[in-house]
């Protein structure tokens, strides 16, 4: 009989062991290795070099190995939002595929009971979710907007509004390039020389 890994637990199982451990529906085996990821996460937050974090999870639990340790710490960050990286994709697929398997489940049978757990999933999928937005993104947002190029030369400031910018003579774009660049311009050979590199 292969047993289901502490990934692949329900998080209501797991949910109703953090709030009530006495009458934990968890086996005793996925009961350590869950206080072992918490206590690796709790380790990690306050220290996060690795190879001192395994060191000190390792004297609070000594009869795992060396390797067990590195595996706690690893899995202590995709599922606990510490000071290291966090897999939130990780964890709402997780939280998403228990709420399609209990509205899978409760689909066939049809008791009020179950009917009322779907439509309790269903709010939940709504709120991991999210509503629909009322309002869609302005496509042309951008457009009702003004964006400047601030340019600071010295003590003197000015501003260039980009929508202009393209309207300015070839004159002033000279000026101006010799005003940014203290008057390196490029000539044509140079330009030229850039391109074929």
């Known amino acids: 009989m292969s047993r289901t890994a502490l990934e692949d637990t329900n998080y209501e199982l797991i949910k109703a ?4 451990p ?12 869950l206080e072992r990821v ?15 974090a395994v060191a000190i999870h390792q004297q609070k639990y000594p009869h795992i190995s ?19 990286t966090f897999d939130y994709d990780l964890w709402r697929n997780w939280i998403l595929s228990d709420i399609v398997k209990n509205i899978d489940k409760c689909r066939n049978a049809e008791s009020e009971k179950d009917r009322r757990v779907i ?3 269903h709010a939940n999928l709504i ?4 509503e629909k937005p009322t309002e869609l993104p302005d496509p042309k947002r951008t457009e009702k907007h003004q964006f400047y190029i601030l340019i600071q030369n010295d003590n003197r400031k000015v501003k260039i509004d980009i929508n202009n ?3 300015l003579p070839e004159s002033a774009l000279r000026e101006l390039n010799r005003a940014i660049y203290g008057g390196n311009e490029i000539t044509e050979a140079d330009a030229e020389e850039i391109l074929n590199t």
């Open 119 to 121: 439509a309790m999933e």
């Open 17 to 20: 062991h953090v709030l009530d």
């Open 127 to 130: 709120k991991i979710l999210g």
């Open 38 to 52: 918490v206590s690796a996460s709790k380790i990690l937050d306050k220290n996060p070099i690795q190879k001192q």
């Open 165 to 167: 910018l393209k309207d």
């Open 22 to 33: 006495d009458t934990s529906p968890l086996s005793p085996e996925k009961k350590e290795m």
């Open 66 to 84: 060396r390797a067990q340790a590195y595996e706690d710490l690893r899995f202590a960050v995709r599922l606990f939002n510490t000071l290291h």
